[in-house]
């Protein structure tokens, strides 16, 4: 099985404030997926990042997938209180499982 | 866009009663996915489902849980005899093709609370 371990485990900011949400895995990572999913709600997916060294944006969030590192990280610019959710991070295998990060919180403060 | 949809989006019963929870994935869509989030926990896979049989399943799947797909469209997992164990969001989802590179579908879940 894949390992996905997120960091940090929560987080809470000052609205307007940058952060950065990383993802680490155990195995080479061949793609990720980021998504987003408020507290006992369903998934929304953000994005999906296939290459090493690729970068999407989707408003004020980033991602990147550093295939060396084997770790993705997600950067929210300007941080609002709409941001605020649990983070996962996740990744396909060979077979048919998805496997999930930890989780990321975020709690921004208006 | 196509999506995913699950009903009921919240279920509440008895411990030891029969759930259903239904699941439309995307309509072309070959591969059906069960996962399950206990509260505050990791989302955990439960099953997947391909040409009408189990293809893989997790050793959370036991037989208190089964899955079928009774028509061209609808994913049911049937949990016999609930426990208070089983209250979590379980989540359905569907993809197009089976692999890494393939993204899975999720619907927006089920919330089931065992009493």
């Known amino acids: 099985s894949q390992e996905l371990e997120q960091s940090p485990q929560s987080l809470i900011v000052q609205e307007g404030k940058n952060l950065t949400i990383n993802c680490t895995s155990s195995k080479t990572l061949y793609g990720l997926y980021w998504y987003k999913q408020k507290y006992g709600e369903g998934l929304i997916f953000l994005m999906m990042?296939?290459?090493?060294?690729e970068e999407k944006s989707h408003e004020k969030i980033t991602a990147k997938l550093d295939e060396k590192k084997q770790q993705s990280s997600l950067h929210i610019t300007a941080s609002q209180p709409s941001h605020a959710g649990i983070y996962l991070c996740?990744?396909?295998?060979?077979?048919?499982?998805?496997?999930f990060g930890t989780g990321t919180s975020l709690t921004v403060i208006p | 866009e196509p999506e995913v949809t699950q009903t009921p989006s919240h279920q509440v019963t008895q411990m030891g009663q029969e759930v259903i929870l239904r699941c439309v994935p995307i309509?072309?869509?070959?591969?059906f996915y069960w996962y399950r989030q206990i509260l505050g926990q990791k989302v955990e896979f439960l099953v997947s489902?391909?040409?009408?049989?189990?293809?893989?399943k997790s050793e959370i799947f036991d037989d208190q849980f089964s899955v079928e797909r009774p028509d061209g469209s609808n994913f049911t997992l049937k949990i016999r005899s609930t426990k208070l164990e089983d209250s979590a969001m379980y989540f359905c989802a569907s993809s197009a093709f089976q692999g890494r590179s393939y993204e899975q579908y999720f619907g927006p879940g089920t919330r089931l609370t065992v009493t």
């Open positions: 489902f391909y040409n009408n049989e189990i293809s893989e």
């Open positions: 990042l296939q290459k090493g060294g």
């Open positions: 996740g990744v396909g295998s060979t077979g048919n499982q998805f496997y």
């Open positions: 309509s072309n869509h070959l591969y």
